[in-house]
């Protein structure tokens, strides 16, 4: 895994050419994402997703999970922790980063939603609900149809907590269908959770 370093810290972390004006980007960059502040419900919670996935948007998560550019963990937490608390999204008693399969981790060489949150989970009232765990290796959902998407991640989560009384934000890079998150609010519901919400960097969705 390679860490990205630069010589002038002020300097874009996606072009590394203009000066950071905001989540470490500069003006430029950010002009090329499209900010949506999508609010919508999965399910019958709440959901937000930050930025539209436009093809920069794309890029820059792929630089991020695939290329390994893990100095970009520091872009989305910052996108991520400004939005939560924006919307008063850490009034919750866990964080629950979307987890991924071991195999994945390995593949991977880091667990790329926990390595955001690790970024502003000591600035929060909120703590990590550990012991969630994915234990089903699944094919990447946005390769997949829409009824492929559904069965792929059947079974594919374990949690085994009283939740009880207890709220959880749900932290992911991209909502497709939903699928995903609706699969884990599946297992926390039998937790007896109170309330569930999701937060995600980006979504395909778009909402007017």
């Known amino acids: 895994m390679i860490d990205f370093l630069f010589l002038d810290k002020n300097l874009c972390y996606s072009c590394k050419e203009n000066e950071i004006i905001a989540h470490f980007l500069c003006k430029d960059c950010l002009k090329k994402l499209d900010y949506v502040a999508n609010k919508f419900l999965i399910d019958k919670y709440n ?7 436009n093809e920069s948007m794309k890029n820059l998560i792929a630089d991020y999970k695939f290329n390994r550019n893990t100095s970009l ?28 399969s071991i195999a994945t ?4 060489g880091f667990d790329h939603i926990k390595m955001i949150t690790n970024h502003f989970i000591n600035k929060v009232p909120c703590e990590y609900l550990y012991d969630f765990k994915k ?31 207890k709220s959880v934000l749900l932290i992911d890079d991209l909502i497709t269908t939903g699928n995903t998150a609706m699969e884990i ?12 919400t ?11």
């Open 135 to 165: 234990i089903k290796n699944t094919q990447a959902q946005h390769n997949l149809g829409k009824e492929d998407r559904a069965y792929n991640l059947i079974d594919a989560f374990s949690f085994n907590q009283d939740l009880t009384g």
């Open 198 to 208: 999701v937060l995600s960097i980006t979504s395909e969705r778009r909402v007017n």
């Open 105 to 108: 981790l390995n593949n991977r």
């Open 185 to 196: 609010i599946k297992v926390l519901e039998k937790s007896n959770i109170k309330e569930v």
């Open 47 to 53: 959901a937000h997703a930050v930025y539209f996935y």
């Open 73 to 100: 963990s520091k872009v989305f937490a910052s996108i991520i922790y400004d939005y939560a608390r924006i919307n008063n999204l850490f009034d919750c008693n866990y964080i629950l980063p979307s987890p991924s």
